[in-house]
Each structure stands twice: as structure tokens, then as C-alpha cells.
């Protein structure tokens, strides 16, 4: 199995405003909930899946352009808006899109003497993406 470097090969952006520049960090995750319906009379558990939660947790060094893309949206809970990041090996590209249904969650600066300013953020995602393969 080929593997493939993450740098040049992944891009993203949030309410149509490209971050890439501003991003060294990108975790793109599908989380399935196991509800437990076990009963007495089952033998063993039983389990049954609800829908995916989709989060995509990104950070990198800050930037006062990248704090009025996200800042204005993290201080307003329930601002959605459309988030797409793309995954690439070069020959094939996987984009993920959520249209209006991204909201920046745990935004968070961070700087300490003598270090860079660096930022974090969660942007919970409502729904299945769009995912297209170019």
C-alpha cells in the first residue's frame, strides 16, 4: 500500500474563504453512536448504530486573517456555514462538503514565551458531507 504526504495533497476551507495557508493540522472524523438496545432476554449485548457524527478538528500557526474568518462564528453559537476539505494522491481527489452545515467549536489561541502563536478549532459538522472523487 502507497502512502501519500499530506502537504500539497490537502486543502480546505470554510465559508468559502481558503485556510489552507493557515492549517498544518487536519483530523477528519466519522463518528458512529452504538446505542445499546440489550434486554433481558437477549444472551449477549445487542447494539444498534445511529447516524455518523461528523468533526473536523484543524489548527496551525495563527494569523489576524484567519481570526476574521473563524473568530466572528466561534463567539456565535449556531452560525452554520459551509466547510470542504479535499484529500488528494495526486492523480485522484476526495472532497468532502458540507454546505451551510459547519459551526467552529473550541476555537482556541494559544502562545507561550518564546513560541509561536498557534491556534485550534472543531468544526462540528451537521449531516453527511458531499463527497465527490475527481
Not at 22 to 45: E, F
Request: glycine share 8%; with cysteine.
Amino acid at each position: 500500500m502507497a502512502g501519500y504526504k499530506a502537504q500539497g495533497n490537502v486543502t480546505c476551507s470554510y465559508n468559502s474563504n481558503a485556510i489552507t495557508a493557515y492549517v498544518n493540522k487536519t483530523d477528519l472524523a466519522a463518528a458512529l453512536a452504538q446505542i445499546d438496545v440489550t434486554t433481558l432476554a437477549d444472551t449477549g449485548k445487542a447494539n444498534i448504530v445511529d447516524a455518523s457524527e461528523w468533526k473536523f478538528d484543524i489548527g496551525g500557526p495563527w494569523h489576524p486573517t484567519l481570526d476574521g474568518y473563524l473568530a466572528p462564528d466561534a463567539v456565535t453559537p449556531g452560525t452554520k456555514r459551509t466547510a470542504v476539505v479535499t484529500y488528494s494522491n495526486g492523480s485522484s481527489t476526495v472532497t468532502y462538503t458540507w454546505t451551510s452545515n459547519a459551526e467552529v467549536g473550541n476555537y482556541q489561541i494559544s502562545a507561550a514565551p518564546g513560541g509561536a502563536i498557534t491556534w485550534t478549532a472543531t468544526l462540528t459538522l451537521s449531516g453527511a458531507p458531499t463527497r465527490t472523487v475527481a
